[in-house]
Nanobody, 123 residues
Framework: QVQLVESGGGLVQAGGSLRLSCAAS????????LGWFRQAPGKEREFVAA????????YYANSVKGRFTISRDNAKNTVYLQMNSLNPEDTAVYYC????????????????WGQGTQVTVSS
């Protein structure tokens, strides 16, 4: 029902910024909560951020709070993750996720996932 495609990843120097995009498609995709996860090699997948369908409610992991901002443009069916003050600990594959509620995303993620985009932060 929902298809997700991430873009915007790349290589950036520590202290720099990147903006990730996730294009969503589906007949009723605008009604879904959207979010981001990340996974570094050999580590568990971790929640990063989530946003409600209206954009009025957002959640962030403590590790990114104050540095990352999640937003969405329902006219374009796209969710963004603006990442500032990046450090090498942010290096991971970032995955877009969709679910019916933000709570579902925070707990373990929804049923719909993108294929991921690589973010690498160098010293």
């Amino acid at each position: 029902q929902v298809q997700l495609v991430e873009s915007g990843g790349g290589l950036v120097q520590a202290g720099g910024s990147l903006r990730l995009s996730c294009a969503a498609s589906g007949r009723t995709v605008s009604s879904y909560a959207l979010g981001w996860f990340r996974q570094a090699p050999g580590k568990e997948r971790e929640f990063v951020a989530a946003i409600s369908w209206s954009g009025g409610t957002t959640y962030y992991a403590n590790s990114v709070k104050g540095r990352f901002t999640i937003s969405r443009d329902n006219a374009k069916n796209t969710v963004y993750l603006q990442m500032n003050s990046l450090n090498p600990e942010d290096t991971a594959v970032y995955y877009c996720n969709a679910a019916e509620t933000t709570g579902r995303i925070k707990v373990r993620g929804g049923d719909y996932w993108g294929q991921g985009t690589q973010v690498t932060v160098s010293s």
